[in-house]
């Protein structure tokens, strides 16, 4: 479990909200995510496009940046939404970039309902793998 309380009503409103932001006019698929940190900030992310097709930034890309730019910290919840307001599983490769900065526990509001961070990228490879070559 996470070590904050997770308001999930909140977390889905601020990943609808960044939804609006999307500009996605190649694939017309807008997506909005969002998620609490450990210390409690809530922060979003929209995918943004550009003409080079496969350069497209991910919903979660702008969110682990806003991660950043707001302070930092681990990831406790994750939700994202596509066009509809439905939850969105996040593709691969923003798996990846939510395991790297997942908190002890993690949640994710999934089609199948809530799982943890490690149910949903099984396995993974993660920092602890290059820490065994130092
Ligand atoms: N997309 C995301 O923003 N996040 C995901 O996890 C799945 C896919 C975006 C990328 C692209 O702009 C659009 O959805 C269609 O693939």
New binding site residues.
Partial sequence: MPTVDVDWDALEQAAKQAMEN?Y?P??K?????AALTEDGRIIS?????NASYGL??????ALVGQLHMSGGGRLAAFY?V?GQGNI????G???QLLYEFRAPGMQLMTTQGIKTMDQVLPDAFGPENLEETT
């Fill in positions: 999307a996605a190649y694939s698929f807008p997506v909005g995510a992310g929209c995918n943004v496009e497209t930034l991910c919903a979660e890309c994202c596509d969105l599983m996040p593709c490769r923003c798996r």
